[in-house]
């Protein structure tokens, strides 16, 4: 873990509770996983369990290689660590789907010595035929079971044959599925609402149904935390643990994380990612402390963004509307994570923003004006570039005349003076106050309306420059607007 994370830090006991985070591999991480693999952990330290890192990558087709690196590296840069992952092994790896086929393929052989699983032979396009003629009749598509009632004696025909088979799940009667989600609450399903679902595909590889649910199962997981959209997953895989024998995990479905439009931030490209975010220089400590807000509610705000943030994180606080990803909202936890910062760090931020050393002597002159118009790593670049080459000043923003009585005796003034002196001297010459007297510097010092602090500023200005500064305002006065 490294040092930005160390407040997410917690005892870790000896309790038997599993948590997992079980992401797929097929793209950045955004703001939605994150969340959910920040309360996966949160809930596990809570608990005093473990919190176990898994990756999904059975779905080759999507697989980036990439990904998997650069996920690793956003958990911990989110502050989180795993006491078992791909990259640190365990009792219960490989961690990663992709090397677990021998475990599929020995689990799918048992369901189907014990006639639990059986091949299915109808094709892609017949399947999705009788599909359509479902839809089209109105009724829920169901797989019609076709394949279950085949005489042994042709399956071991067509299978000698190489006819291709996927592998599906048998189905059989009992009581309805129930369980408890611990966000969305009591669930029941009859079994005939469910079909004969898929365990292996004809080329051999696991479904996620399956694949999941025997690595929770093997992996002795106790608690799911994971986005709603998997909701109606559940009581298929409730069918696998009962198949199994064992006791399934508890399940607690999150609302997803949509967009300020709706959709939900998985569908979409670009908003949300958390590398665009970290891109911009965003504090780990603020991403938290607004996460801790997407379809949870803290019991106070005090200090989330401090030490012991993660133990405002409560599951009895989890809630089931719609989770909104606002920007907005973000860039305020930013502001305050900075606000924060003690002068040393918030120069670490910095450096790292400009790509300099945080002693670096311009960086250190120039911190302290900086952080009161930084919130993203472009403010910074944006203000740096301004202080290091200042535009000229716009006209139009004071009267010229406040403008030109004001700029005339800066000039004669001494650029030596420290801020406080400097403006009492010039409010003394000039008779101007406030406005008048403030915003001619502050255009004349960086050729803007707004910006850091003026008593910030001055400083960061050798003597010599003001004077240049102040000059060559005055100077632009004269020539036509
Ligand atoms: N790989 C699945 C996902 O990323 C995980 C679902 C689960 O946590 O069970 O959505």
Request: with cysteine; glycine share 8%; net charge negative.
């Given at each position: 873990m490294n040092a930005e994370g160390s407040s997410l830090r917690a005892s870790r006991g000896e309790s038997a509770v599993r948590f997992r985070f079980a992401p797929s591999p097929t793209g950045a991480l955004h703001i939605g996983n994150a969340r959910t693999a920040l309360f996966s952990f949160l809930w596990a330290r809570r608990l005093g369990g473990h919190f176990i890192l898994r990756i999904e990558d059975t779905d080759r087709g999507r697989?980036?290689?990439?990904s998997e690196s650069a996920l690793l590296d956003d958990l911990h840069w989110l502050g989180l660590d795993w006491d078992e992952g791909p990259d640190r092994g365990g009792p219960f790896g490989p961690y990663r789907q992709s090397e677990r086929a021998g475990l599929y393929a020995r689990a799918l052989e048992e369901l189907v010595a014990r006639d639990r699983a059986y091949p299915c032979f109808c094709t892609p396009e017949d399947l999705a035929r009788r599909r359509a003629e479902d839809l089209a009749r109105g009724r829920?598509?169901?797989?019609?079971?076709?394949?279950?009632?085949?005489p042994p004696e042709e399956v071991r025909r067509r299978l000698e044959e190489g006819a291709l088979a996927a592998w599906r799940f048998r189905l059989v009667e009992g009581p309805p599925l129930v369980f408890d989600d611990l966000v969305y609450g009591p669930h029941s399903v009859a079994r005939s609402l469910l079909d004969d679902f898929v365990l292996a595909r004809a080329d051999g590889t696991p479904t996620f149904l399956f694949a999941n649910a025997l690595d929770d199962a093997s992996m002795g997981i106790t608690h799911v935390v994971r986005g709603v959209d998997h909701l109606d997953n559940t009581p298929r895989q409730l069918l696998l643990f009962e198949a199994w024998g064992r006791p399934p995990p508890a399940y607690a479905h999150l609302p997803l994380v949509h967009g300020l439009d709706d959709t939900p931030l998985a569908k979409r490209e670009g908003t949300g990612r958390l590398a665009s975010y970290r891109s911009r220089a965003l504090r780990p400590e603020a991403l938290r402390a607004y996460l801790l807000h997407l379809g949870h509610t803290p019991t106070h705000e005090e200090g989330l963004l401090g030490e012991a943030a993660g133990t405002l994180f409560n599951p009895a606080r989890l809630g089931r509307a719609p989770a909104h990803f606002d920007e907005t909202q973000l860039r305020l936890w930013q502001e305050r994570a900075l606000a924060l910062l003690d002068p040393p760090s918030f120069r670490r931020w910095l450096g790292g923003v400009l790509d300099r050393?945080?002693?670096d002597l311009l960086l250190v002159q120039r911190a302290e004006a900086l952080r009161t118009v930084s919130v993203w790593a472009e403010d910074a670049r944006a203000w740096w570039a301004i202080l290091d080459d200042p535009p000229l000043p716009p006209r139009g923003w004071v009267p010229e005349d406040d403008f030109r009585t004001v700029m005339g005796a800066a000039v004669a003034?001494?650029?030596?003076?420290e801020f406080h002196d400097f403006v009492h001297a010039l409010a003394a010459r000039t008779g101007r106050r406030g406005r008048a007297l403030y915003l001619p510097l502050r255009l004349a010092l960086?050729?803007?309306?707004?910006?850091?602090?003026l008593a910030t500023l001055?400083?960061?200005?050798p003597p010599q420059r003001r004077r240049a500064l102040l000059a060559r305002a005055l100077a632009s006065l004269s020539t036509d607007a």
């Open positions: 697989y980036d290689p990439e829920p598509p169901r797989y019609d079971g076709r394949c279950r009632l085949l050393p945080p002693d003034l001494d650029p030596e003076d960086t050729g803007r309306t707004e910006g850091p602090e001055w400083p960061v200005f």
